[in-house]
RNA sequence: UCCGGCGUAGCUCAAUUGGCAGAGCGGGUGGCUGUUAACCACUAGGUUGUAGGUUCGAGUCCUACCGCCGGAGCCA
């Protein structure tokens, strides 16, 4: 009986007799050879059948194998310098699981509806693996890199009974006779948790009933989002700039064969490294009059302004205190030029957009009343929120960082609903 | 919501600007001892998104509708 094992840990088995279990990617023949090329999940392998090697009945078996059929393999581990993998198994016993009816995912290319459709089958190819395997590192790191920083993980809730910036862009949900929303951003409980336990993250879903129909845009996507005490804006640029760095540096370190599957170009990731550059608004303003002239000082910066700026540099870019006119009621305004929020946004290289956007927050009770009236927001529904700035109010700052627009950059992909495993966008909610 | 583009075989596309609906892949049958999206031969496969109109004749032109794509706005 030999031993099963997985395909991603076969160079330990050289030579062995291993069972893998597994489905059948493609396979090629050639008169008394039949080359079985096998996906495990962890990686894919190429097994040999020789006619003369295996009984008659397994040989016949073999042939009646379809696309994705589910199988077990039992053979030798062989050193093969013609493998991309670097080892072949030769095949001794077959044992047929299931015979798949007709794969309508072929090899070939398909139209990214069609695909999109089969997207429960479509998370098997290749590239598709790849990109949720690099999808898992940056959320792997990105725990890893908070809880070594002494920051909790508290997480807020979905359902939400207000909402933060206005109701027009979150979903509506009947909650047992009663308005409900979906939560947009977590930010207001961190905010409350951070005062709880001096350093939070939470992470999990947000959700945004906007009808854009973008590259950038999911209705369904996920964000973590770091709050911490006695954090003020620089604090948290700097937070930021390791953070993002850190994931990088996480995925070229760890995932670096998917990357090469993905044909990324890896030297445009390996110096994503602190400092980041820094720039004030109004400069990057100036920066985006010269190349749009109908860009007016003021206005927040669309799409192809971001990229503007962000292609200047070859990291990252922070932009700070932005107009505090454009920014949410939350943030906290620079005493030292009023206008201006203590706001920060991070513009990913490559024209991949906004990463993460976030502030200092107002922490005066009195100020923050104001703005609430000022938004026109339900006074009743922020109770809890102005409690924070009764008792024992302090300065404090977070942000949140979008999952799927930093995959997307870092995998280098086109769209980001290739970056979450089963996207929502507003022409699909299947499957 | 606005602007633009596209709907032809299971999939990806072609069809000479109005004149016999085709190819590759996938499926099926057969062949080949080292294939790398293998290759070779044969084979099955169609209400050209829907409804109407113009015309001797419409995949192609016109009108409406439906669906999809990605860009703007807004945002991560």
Redesign the pocket.
């Known amino acids: 009986m030999a031993q099963t094992v997985t395909i991603s840990e076969i160079s330990k088995y050289n030579g062995q007799e291993v069972t893998i279990q597994g489905w059948l990617y493609?396979?090629?023949?050639?008169?008394?050879?039949r080359?079985l090329?096998v996906r495990d999940g962890s990686a894919t392998i190429?097994c040999?059948v020789?006619?003369?090697d295996v009984s008659e009945e397994i040989f016949t078996n073999v042939?009646k194998l379809?696309?994705e059929s589910s199988l077990r393999v039992t053979g030798k581990v062989?050193e093969?310098k013609?493998?991309?993998l670097g080892y072949?198994l030769?095949v001794r016993d077959v044992d047929i699981v299931q015979i798949a009816e007709?794969?309508?995912i072929?090899?070939?290319?398909?139209?990214?509806?069609?695909?999109?459709d089969h997207r429960h089958l479509w998370l098997r190819s290749r590239l598709q693996h790849a990109v949720m395997l690099v999808r898992h590192e940056v959320i792997r790191a990105a725990r890893e890199f908070f809880d070594n920083r002494g920051f909790v993980l508290v997480d807020s809730p979905i359902f939400t009974p207000n909402a933060a910036?206005g109701t027009t862009?979150l979903f509506g949900t009947d909650y047992f006779g009663s308005k409900a929303y979906l939560t947009?951003?977590g930010q207001l409980y961190a905010e409350a948790s951070a005062m709880a336990f001096g350093k939070v993250y939470c992470f999990g879903p947000?959700f945004?009933a906007?009808?854009?129909?973008?590259?950038?845009?999911?209705?369904e996507?996920w964000?973590i989002e770091p709050e911490a005490a006695y954090y003020d804006l620089n604090d948290d640029m700097k937070l930021a700039e390791d953070f993002v760095s850190h994931l990088v540096q996480s995925v070229v370190k760890n995932r670096r064969r998917e990357l090469e599957t993905l044909e990324r170009d890896i030297s445009k990731l390996e110096h994503i490294k602190p400092p980041f550059p820094r720039i004030h608004y109004n400069e990057a303003a100036e920066m985006v009059k010269k190349e749009n002239p109908e860009f007016k000082v003021g206005?927040?910066?669309?799409?192809?302004?971001?990229t503007i700026v962000s292609e200047k540099f070859d990291k990252p870019v922070i932009i700070h205190h932005y107009p505090a006119a454009?920014?949410?009621f939350y943030m906290k305004r620079d005493p030292q030029e009023p206008q201006s929020a203590l706001a920060m946004?991070?513009i990913a290289p490559e024209g991949y957009?906004?990463?993460?956007?976030g502030s200092q927050r107002e922490d005066d009770y009195d100020t923050l009343l104001q703005r609430i009236k000022e938004h026109n927001l339900p006074e009743a529904d922020f109770k809890w929120y102005l409690d924070l700035r009764k008792y024992g109010s302090v300065p404090h700052s977070g942000f949140?960082?979008?999952i799927?627009?930093t995959v997307g950059w870092i995998c280098g992909t086109?769209?980001?609903?290739e970056t979450i495993p089963y996207p929502r966008?507003?022409?699909?909610i299947y499957p």
């Open positions: 493609n396979m090629r023949s050639s008169g008394k050879l080359f090329l190429q040999v020789f006619k003369n042939d379809t696309q062989a093969d013609r493998s991309p072949e030769q007709e794969y309508p072929s090899l070939k290319e398909h139209g990214v509806d069609f695909l999109m910036e862009t947009q951003s947000t945004r906007e009808k854009s129909k973008t590259r950038r845009h999911l209705t996507f964000m206005d927040d910066f669309g799409g192809a302004d971001e454009i920014k949410a946004d991070i957009g906004e990463i993460i956007g949140g960082l979008g799927e627009r086109k769209h980001v609903r966008l507003m022409q699909r």
